[in-house]
C-alpha cells in the first residue's frame, strides 16, 4: 500500500532541502563553537 502522497520530484526537492539546512546548521555550530572558544559568549 502506497501512502506516498507527494510526486518523487517534490519529495526529492524537499530531501535536498532538508539536507542543505541540516549542512548549514552544523556550520552554525561550529561556528558559535569556535565563538564560545575564543570568549564572545554572547555578553557586553
Given at each position: 500500500?502506497?501512502?506516498?502522497?507527494?510526486?518523487?520530484?517534490?519529495c526529492e526537492?524537499?530531501?535536498d532541502?532538508?539536507?542543505?539546512?541540516?549542512?548549514?546548521?552544523?556550520?552554525?555550530?561550529?561556528?558559535?563553537?569556535?565563538?564560545?572558544s575564543?570568549?564572545?559568549?554572547?555578553h557586553?
Open positions: 500500500m502506497n501512502t506516498n502522497r507527494l510526486s518523487k520530484s517534490l526537492a524537499l530531501n532541502q532538508m539536507t542543505k539546512e541540516a549542512h548549514a546548521s552544523q556550520i552554525y555550530l561550529s561556528y558559535a563553537s569556535w565563538a564560545d575564543q570568549g564572545y559568549d554572547g557586553c
